[in-house]
């Protein structure tokens, strides 16, 4: 019922590294990876086209310490379907950005700070350019920073509202 190709069953600790499993089977039900009771870590690893009867590559119910590039995050336990591979992991997405290590949600480190911007994959935030504001949390991109409207300006990056301008200027 819980086969895999690997299975890690009530162990202290199972580390994988530098290795890339491709084209795997486990028959019947399970995934590519099973883990019961055994915390594990991953870096520098892949997963590509391995198959299970239930399309689980990997199975755990104890956390797995992804060893992720900043701006990315994996869940830590479940289940985990199709291709992946670490550092890349899960990009944390368009608005949002992955300052530390070891995230676990989409949310990543949080919404994008006022007065910049985050695309696909952030690890810090992108200050808005010159003559632009960004008053809200969550930008995704450059476009999403609004230019000063006229009679107002903004000398510095990374702002969330523009100044008006000198009198007679």
Same mark, same amino acid.
């Given at each position: ?50 198959? $299970? ?13 992804? $060893?992720?590039?900043? *701006? ?29 290590? *070891? ?53 510095? $990056? ?12």
């Amino acid at each position: 019922q819980y086969g895999g190709v690997v299975r890690a069953f009530n162990s202290l600790s199972l580390s994988i590294a530098g290795v890339d499993l491709i084209n795997n089977r486990a028959d019947g039900s399970g995934s590519g990876l099973y883990l019961e009771s055994t915390p594990s870590s991953i870096s520098d690893a892949s997963f590509t086209g391995n198959t $299970a009867g239930d399309d689980k590559t990997i199975q755990t119910n104890s956390p797995i310490d992804w $060893a992720c590039r900043l *701006g990315s995050w994996m869940p830590s336990q479940g289940s985990f379907f199709g291709n992946f591979s670490a550092p890349e992991c899960n990009r944390c997405p368009a608005g949002y950005y992955g300052a530390t290590s *070891g995230l676990t949600e989409p949310s990543c480190s949080g919404q994008c700070t006022k007065g910049h911007f985050c695309e696909d994959g952030t690890a810090d935030p992108e200050p808005c350019p010159v003559g632009t504001r960004m008053p809200a949390l969550g930008a995704a991109s450059n476009e999403s920073c609004i230019p000063c409207a006229p009679g107002q300006h903004q000398p510095l $990056a990374g702002e969330e509202e523009c100044l008006p301008c000198a009198a007679g200027s």
